[in-house]
């Protein structure tokens, strides 16, 4: 029988080996061709000739690492979740320093929790941007910030966001000044985490801001997937349009085990009061939490980060709307608000991005005293810019990095009681 089976094996080979000396036998060339070479390639080689820019990360220019400093000029109470900052905007450069505008709360005691809304008062927090207003900060360098104070303060009940204002992006346009916003009427949890988007307007940076009162991108209509919330506003300017990118929630349905999915949708004004016209192949991102956009070469980058299938890539879409993934990144900033240069300048061709502000949820580890910070990263995305040690592709974490993602108890009684099943039925 043994025999029988080696020489069935041996025959097997040999009638590989011909079949493979029939089709040219062309073994793939130890120096990769720059260019497709002409032979039959397994579909992995099909995509890294036709799927990136370039056939190593680090001559990709949507490929990078990304480095993270803490930032000198916040203070956060010592950390015991009173004082938080979060979902920073982009970053622009006005008067000669660097703007940024985020999440402020700053509470009598740290948040509830969303799962206990219902706990939630006037001055108690339910979720990190409960009850929260819109600062802002100046900065010569990027790495030391002054905070100036509020931008947005909370509405007079009932307007729009007169329970919590939070997650602001700016735009510039004609010269005058626009932050849009999350604007919640409920304690965050009642109605999940559902709310529409805001504005408010100024002639300058540093304010006076005025609020618009309005929803100025309404949620959609029942049955829609932006039906219940809008988040994340990122406008930028293109082809003469404000172009306003936002993340969705959408089909949360108790019965699925992840309890919603992450999209993005694009909607494009003339006014930045709007009307804005949602484009109609939204959603046009199917990954991604907080939404990072930037103009490359004559079209648009983009960050899919934490959720979603495509998760950890960044996107590239020539014609602003479809897009490819462009590359695979590791260690992605959260809620990356990058210095965006031509942000508004109706560019088309693109520089990139090198820095940008990004935040920590939980800064403390310790979901009881809840708070975030912001950061600041840095990163290669730039055609100005090449920064060899950026475009490593790999990240040497210590072994009490990847410990600290250990098994859940749960998940050590299944393993256990498996290996435990196992060596019963040996017996
Ligand atoms: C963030 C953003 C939005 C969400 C919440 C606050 O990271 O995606 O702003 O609503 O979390």
Redesign the pocket.
Known sequence: MIYRLAFIGSMVSLTMAIVFADEGGQAFPYEMPAERPNQPLSAAMERAYNNYSALRPEENELYTQFKFTRLEGFDYNGGDGTVSR??PSKVIFENGQYYVWY?YRHTERDPVSRRNAHLATETIPS?D?DLAEIWYATSKDGFTWKEQGVAVPRPPSPNVGCRSV??PDILKWKGKFYLYY?GYRVANGLEG?D?PIAVSYADAPDGPWTALYQEVIPNGTPGEWDQY?I??PYPLVHDGKIYLYY?VDLDKRPELMTPKVRMQGLATADNPFGPFVKHPLNPILNSG??TTLFPFKEGLAAFAIKDGMEHSTIQYASDWVNFEIASIVDLMP??AGPYVSDAFTNTDYGSGITWGIS?F?NAGNDWERDYSILARSDCDLSLEVHDREMKRHFHQYGPEHYFEHGLSGKQRQRVEKQAYAETQSEK
């Open positions: 979060r979902d999440t979720a941007w939070c997650t999350q985490d709310c919330s988040h994340d993340k939490h907080e959260v809620a935040h949820v």
